[in-house]
């Protein structure tokens, strides 16, 4: 992890297009600005994590439904052979 001292008005450069600027410092506060490409998705660490929570249960869910249904299927053909 690369840890830097920025005070209010300063700024980082990350990669060619995106730039954190320290807004303002209050206490143990600190509000960052954080101007980036519309393509480049940013998230608070807690907001990412619950997406990311969100889109394993959803493709589990999704895996679940698509076994379920190829049973269904698989006991509706051999019902019908019957």
Do not use: C, H, W
Request: no cysteine.
């Amino acid at each position: 992890m690369l840890v830097l001292t920025r005070k209010k008005g300063q700024s980082l450069v990350i990669g060619r297009d995106i730039r954190v600027v320290v807004v303002e410092v209050t206490g143990d506060f600190v509000r960052l600005g954080i101007e980036a490409p519309p393509e480049v998705a940013v998230y608070r660490d807690e907001i990412y994590r619950d997406v990311q929570e969100e889109n394993r249960t959803a493709l589990v869910t999704r895996d679940l439904a698509v076994r379920l249904r190829a049973q269904v299927e698989n006991k509706n053909e051999k019902a019908a052979r019957k």
